[in-house]
């Protein structure tokens, strides 16, 4: 039998209860199938062996709105050393991750010399910004992208963030004012221990600054590509103060920004009781329209489903009259969409990356599409090519044109389509 929620740590396996409120009123929104992980990419000599699949269903809770997926995969088999996804090569998200130290430093009149340390810090993008700033920065982060951090000179511990680790960092380098977890706070399974960590680690007052794939922007453009096992939960603002809640932080702001395809951006400050500013209420009050409408979650199954037929076809009629179509970009979020519509390579050969992508070489779980340099897809420049970070779509775009890439580009999402320039 399986034991009920009683903390914010997780077992591995299925989970029949909400992650945060341990609410047992779930209702589930879509059933995605089985599926790899989606960074589990597999080398040519992999191709022969059995994959691992666990299944990807996507609920919401009644009570508190969080939406979560119901199965735990160990965070070892998730984020294994080779972990090849690098937040710094997407221009524009490193950008708005390097623009985090400006904006904390403005709202915290951060002095130079504050210490930050940033949790699941990946390639050192968001500690570059604060760097800059003059402040000493420390990352926390379990794969070997650990190394190319420390190569741009941002220290960092090749760890998973515990309360344990969060009391070594305290006694080496003292107190944090700020601590960011940028696209990670949805990830973890022992969110209770993380968050018990920060508190550690914080200075009274000090702020812990997350950013999550936003509820609200997943429903509205239909982002089903965005469900995989990495994402545990896909937070309202309203989940997100009832977990704070529960530990001695105050959420004190939040703010929806960009990254992502949209994301809500969290202020939680350490200690009870301080001052909320009123743009939060605001927030809460216009989510609440839409994350307890059950019609709104009926609207997306339709919507999904819609989607991927729409897809499949245009894809299909692409093939009939003898046109190439390739995929260009591999985000996490591609191994959803490709499987999940089922598109394989014979309707897709490869998929182009960047030449220094660390995804080069190695083939798509599932459909075991190739991920090749683009220097490929530029010396063919095919019929089509199928935007799969489709959410960074203009700014990609203008990047392959000036690159000289005269390909369509299809969009799949919300609607499939082709763009006219």
């Not at 990946?122 to 190394?147: C, H, R, W």
């Not at 999904?304 to 996490?332: E, F, I, N, W, Y």
């Not at 799969?388 to 390909?407: D, F, M, N, Q």
Request: aromatic letters at 8%; glycine letters at 8%; a neutral charge.
């Amino acid at each position: 039998m399986m034991k009920p929620l009683q903390s914010h740590d997780l077992p591995l396996g299925s989970i029949d209860r909400c992650q945060v409120c341990f609410s047992e009123d779930l209702e589930l929104i879509i059933d995605l199938g089985f599926h790899a992980p989606c960074d589990s990419l597999l080398s040519k000599a992999q191709l022969s062996e059995m994959e691992k699949t666990y299944p990807l269903r996507f609920w919401r809770c009644r009570q508190c709105t969080l939406a979560q997926i119901d199965y735990v995969v160990a965070p070892q088999e998730l984020f294994y050393p080779e972990y090849p996804y690098q937040s710094g090569i997407t221009e524009t998200l490193s950008k708005n991750l390097q623009a985090i130290a400006v904006k904390l430093s403005e709202v915290m009149n951060l002095k130079k010399g504050s210490f930050v340390v940033d949790i699941g810090s990946n390639d050192g993008t968001i500690l570059q910004g604060f760097k800059s700033q003059g402040m000493k920065v420390l990352g926390v982060e379990p794969t070997n992208i650990a190394a190319i951090a420390i190569k741009k000179g941002i220290p960092t511990v090749q760890k998973f963030f515990t309360e344990v680790v969060a009391k070594e960092i305290c006694n080496k380098h003292g107190k944090a004012s700020v601590v960011t977890g940028a696209n990670m706070f949805a990830h973890v399974p022992n969110l209770g221990d993380l968050i018990r960590g920060v508190g550690e680690l914080l200075d009274e007052g000090g702020m812990f600054l997350t950013e999550s794939h936003y509820l609200m922007n997943l429903l509205e453009t239909v982002q089903y590509d965005s469900i995989y096992h990495e994402h545990l939960k896909y937070y309202s603002l309203k989940s997100l103060v009832a977990l704070f809640d529960c530990y001695d932080f105050t959420v004190v702001d939040a703010e929806l920004i960009p990254n992502y395809g949209g994301s809500v951006r969290v202020y939680a400050q350490k200690g009870k009781g301080r001052k909320v500013a009123g743009r939060l209420s605001q927030l809460l009050r216009e989510e609440q329209q839409i994350a307890s409408n059950s019609h709104a979650y009926d609207h997306f199954r339709e919507q999904v489903v819609r989607s991927k037929l729409g897809l499949q076809a245009l894809l299909l009629d692409v093939k009939k009259q003898g046109k190439k179509v390739v995929g260009v970009g591999c985000p996490g979020r591609a191994s959803t969409l490709l499987n999940y519509c089922q598109v394989d390579s014979d309707l897709m050969p490869y998929i182009a990356e960047q030449s220094n992508c660390l995804k080069i070489g190695l083939f798509l779980p599932g459909k075991h599409i190739p991920i090749v340099d683009e220097a490929l897809m530029f010396r063919e420049n095919p019929d089509y090519v199928l935007m799969l970070s489709w959410h960074y779509a203009s700014p990609i775009v203008k990047k392959l044109r000036e690159k000289g890439l005269k390909s369509k580009f299809i969009i799949p999402l919300p609607t499939p389509h082709v763009l006219d320039r």
